[in-house]
C-alpha cells in the first residue's frame, strides 16, 4: 500500500469517527430538551459539555450574522431571546445533574470558578447519593 493510499484510508477513518462524534453529540444534546425539568439524577461530562458546546454555537450564530450581515439586529436578537429562554431550563437542568454526577448538591453551580472544577471532574464511579 502506498502512501496516497494510506493516506487516503486515514482520511476516512477520521471522516466515519468524526460523523459518529457529531452523532453521539447531537444525541446528548437533544436528550437534554427531552429531559428539560428532570433535576435528579446524573450527567456525564459528555453530556454536559455536548449540550454547552452546541448550545454556545447555536447562540453565537445570531451575533455573527449581525456583524458580518446587514445590521438587522432587531429580528436576530429576538431570535437570539427566544431561543435563550427556551434554552435555559435544559441548560440549568443539565448542570445540577452534572454537580450531582461528581457526588455534590447541584446548589453548586452558583459557586464561581469550583462549578467549572466540578463539570471538569469525573463522576464518581458506580452510583452515589444521587442516582
Not at 444534546?29 to 461530562?45: E, L, V
Not at 435555559?88 to 437542568?93: D, E, H, I, R, S
Request: charged residues 20%; contains cysteine; aromatic residues 16%.
Amino acid at each position: 500500500m502506498g502512501f496516497k493510499q494510506l493516506v487516503i484510508v486515514l482520511d476516512t477513518l477520521d471522516f466515519m469517527y468524526f460523523e459518529q462524534t457529531k452523532a453521539q453529540i447531537m444525541k446528548y444534546y437533544i436528550h437534554c430538551f427531552k429531559n428539560y425539568a428532570k433535576f435528579s439524577g446524573r450527567a456525564s461530562r459528555t453530556e454536559y459539555w455536548s449540550f454547552f458546546a452546541i448550545n454556545t454555537i447555536i447562540a453565537t450564530i445570531p451575533l455573527l450574522l449581525v456583524a458580518w450581515g446587514d445590521g438587522r439586529l432587531d429580528e436576530l436578537s429576538i431570535v437570539s431571546t427566544i431561543y435563550s429562554l427556551v434554552a435555559f431550563l435544559p441548560g440549568l437542568a443539565v448542570a445540577v445533574r452534572r454537580m450531582q454526577d461528581v457526588g455534590k448538591s447541584g446548589w453548586f453551580i452558583l459557586v464561581p470558578i469550583y462549578n467549572l472544577v466540578l463539570a471538569l471532574t469525573k463522576g464518581d464511579e458506580g452510583t452515589n447519593e444521587f442516582g
